[in-house]
């Protein structure tokens, strides 16, 4: 069996090692001319770092990344809401790694390239069409100018080519753009003294306003590469999200004051993080609709082609890897590479599309929403506001959802 993966990113190269490690060959083709390090700061959970460390990555993520060993839920004004240990403390038998998306993309490429060959990723390589027979698929990429660069054939084809995907639009191309719900996410990471135990994350503010704080690397001098971003309401989500080519594009310190100067964090100086990053960017905070379905005959999604969501509870990344897994095992385990996509499919689309809709209302981060709403004050007691289990029902809740929950002894 081949299968051509369409994308290049933490998905896609993620279900190469998959499927390198069970005898299935694959050929990576992605449409950036090189994969670089791009990106900020990105949590990935223990369930999906437990498939990257079945595949012998675990030493080298220990070398780029930070261990997060804990979580505190504030509100805007830095009143906890919450508080729970995390990864290894937490009880579980692999880290929760901060990590740079690059450096974390970065790693498993490498990985890809040691393992499959240098020919396995070709880049500058758009999809253009693709069409299957009886016998497999075929794929035709071109470059930026419209040239025709590359044909693959394959048994079967991944579209893991994120929110724009071109895979998905050949399903169902009158979906449209993706959906923007008037928030925008500004991030950025500068070098800055450990805060807490150094392997500390800060949430604080719900979904009208949000602020995230945790270190991704070690730094020069002592310090620690330490991640940033705010999300803030500046629509009400009733027009269409920014030009595609404004997604990451440099943000603005005048249009970022107003909301830094609405946060209280006691354990960091928030505001002196932001003065200190020399360049940061904006997105806009966009997802699309869950999918009727996801593969047709030979052909599939995986991650954000398939479920993009909106970023809280630290499960965009993992929950690709959580694809690639599943993907992988289901094409070992079926008889007929068609009855492997239906099955991933029934594996993992309802599953994802309910984190879709939980990330919607906040995700586990939704009960600093529910406290902000009921005491938006402040409070003397958090349990006068909501009780210990009311929170627990929301936090943990989410977390059994989306696959992470501590596992029970």
Same mark, same amino acid.
């Given at each position: ?17 998959? #499927? ?40 080298q993520l ?8 804990? #979580? =505190? ?10 508080? +729970? ?44 069409? =693709? ?9 035709? =990429? ?27 639009q050949t =399903? ?99 505001a002196a #993080?932001?003065?200190?990053? #020399? ?10 609709? @869950? ?19 909106? @970023? &809280? ?23 007929? @590479? ?25 995700? @586990? +981060?939704?009960?600093?929403?529910? &406290? ?38």
């Amino acid at each position: 069996m081949k299968a051509i993966i369409v994308g290049g990113g933490i998905g896609g190269l993620s279900t190469a090692l998959m #499927l390198h490690a069970r005898g299935i060959a694959c050929e990576v083709y992605e449409q950036s001319e090189k994969i670089q390090e791009l990106g900020v700061g990105i949590n990935t959970l223990p369930h999906a770092i437990k498939e990257l460390a079945g595949l012998g990555l675990l030493e080298q993520l220990d070398a780029v990344a930070i261990r997060t060993e804990e #979580l =505190f839920y504030l509100t805007q004004h830095g009143q906890q809401v919450w508080y +729970e240990k995390r990864g290894l403390s937490a009880g579980h038998d692999v880290p929760q790694f901060s990590i740079h998306r690059g450096r974390l993309q970065s790693v498993i490429h490498h990985a890809v390239i040691d393992r499959l060959g240098a020919d396995a990723v070709q880049t500058g390589c758009r999809l253009g069409a =693709f069409h299957q027979d009886e016998g497999g698929v075929r794929a035709y =990429f071109f470059d930026r100018s419209g040239a025709h660069v590359a044909s693959a054939r394959g048994d079967i084809l991944i579209g893991a080519d994120g929110i724009h995907s071109k895979v998905r639009q050949t =399903f169902f191309p009158a979906e449209g753009p993706p959906q923007w719900n008037g928030l925008m996410l500004w991030r950025g990471a500068t070098d800055w003294p450990a805060f807490l135990t150094g392997r500390s994350m800060i949430i604080a503010g719900g979904l009208r306003a949000k602020a995230v704080i945790y270190p991704i690397a070690p730094g020069e001098g002592g310090q620690q590469l330490t991640n940033w971003a705010i999300l803030a309401r500046v629509g009400d989500g009733s027009k269409p999200p920014p030009r595609r080519e404004d997604w990451s594009r440099i943000g603005r310190r005048d249009e970022l004051a107003p909301y830094v100067a609405g946060f209280d964090i006691p354990q960091v100086d928030f505001a002196a #993080l932001i003065a200190a990053t #020399l360049e940061f960017w904006e997105y806009p905070c966009c997802d699309r609709d @869950p999918l009727p379905y996801w593969s047709s005959g030979r052909v599939t999604l995986l991650g954000d082609a398939a479920h993009p969501m909106y @970023p &809280v509870g630290s499960n965009g990344a993992s929950q690709a890897i959580l694809d690639a897994r599943a993907l992988a095992d289901c094409l070992v385990q079926a008889e007929h @590479p068609c009855q492997a996509l239906a099955d991933y499919e029934r594996q993992r689309l309802q599953l994802t599309a309910d984190i879709v809709a939980s990330n919607r209302r906040g995700g @586990p +981060e939704g009960v600093i929403d529910v &406290v902000e709403e009921l005491a938006p004050q402040g409070f003397s007691d958090i349990d006068t506001v909501l009780d210990f289990e009311a929170r627990q029902a929301i936090v943990r809740g989410y977390a059994a959802k989306a696959g992470f929950a501590v596992p029970q002894s």
